[in-house]
């Protein structure tokens, strides 16, 4: 396990990147000694509150969501849950707001021909995330192997990859979740550790704080870092605010809805 100390001397500060090849190896070493048979699938490591953004939806409203969750690329995803592709910050260094747009020659203008240049000038310009993004999306189901995984990122020097249930997202893989993994092969304390009960007291703390959480009649269990909501809703904004408390509290894996809205109670005058 000495090998792995390279890999955590090389993390970012957002803990995007690792070093390659050689960390690739100290990296599965450490995903292997968590499971006899070497078998980690993608599904046991994957993220699964992945934040998405519409295809349709403004470039504005993409970069919004990568600052204010501080992630450097989005999944493009259908109304379906289909993924289309990715936006990441490769995708936003040429740019006209920036003044770092490709400048082609005449002569290379003529080699690339016009359907090139037109496409390299949407990119540039466009404030629609579907002219913008990526389409050609290396993914994996959840059932691929962890190992597999790397090796992916490793060939194709990429930072994420989507995880799919057929055609619709249910996860995705950072360099940060594998490194995840390793902390904790390592003993290392990670924000995502906490078991089911800190989790629990960690969200009925922040709720108790909220003046609106007082006005709701809801049960909150959680099992394997799944957060389940149950009960009665009295005002619609609470659901949306109960959803986000839950997702912010570190260990959290993912949040099913089961509350219901009470119906308005009519005045008889």
Partial sequence: MAGVAPILRSVCEDLTCVNAPA???????????????????AS?????????????????????KMV???????????????????????DLLRRAELHTEKQRSQWQQFLLGPSRTAAEYVKARSRVVADVMTT?????????????????????????????RAEVLVGIISRADLIRVVGEALGVATATAGSDGDIRQRLFEELRRQRWFGAQSVAIAVENGVVTFDGVLFEEPARAALLVAARNIPGVKS?????????????VG
């Fill in 23 to 41: 960390s690739r190896l100290a990296i599965l070493q450490a995903i292997r000694s968590t499971k006899e048979d070497g078998s980690m699938r």
């Fill in 44 to 64: 046991e490591i994957m993220t699964r509150n992945v934040i998405t953004i519409a295809s349709g939806a403004p470039l504005s409203e993409a970069i919004g």
């Fill in 68 to 90: 204010q969750n501080r992630v450097s690329g989005l999944p493009v995803t259908d109304l379906e849950g289909r993924l289309l592709g990715m936006l990441t910050e490769g």
């Fill in 136 to 164: 050609d999306v290396v993914s994996v189901s959840e059932d691929t192997e962890v190992a597999e995984v790397v090796a992916l990122m490793e060939s194709r020097n990429i930072r994420r990859v989507p995880v799919r």
């Fill in 255 to 267: 949040v099913e809805d089961h509350m219901t809205l009470a119906e308005p109670v009519p005045f």
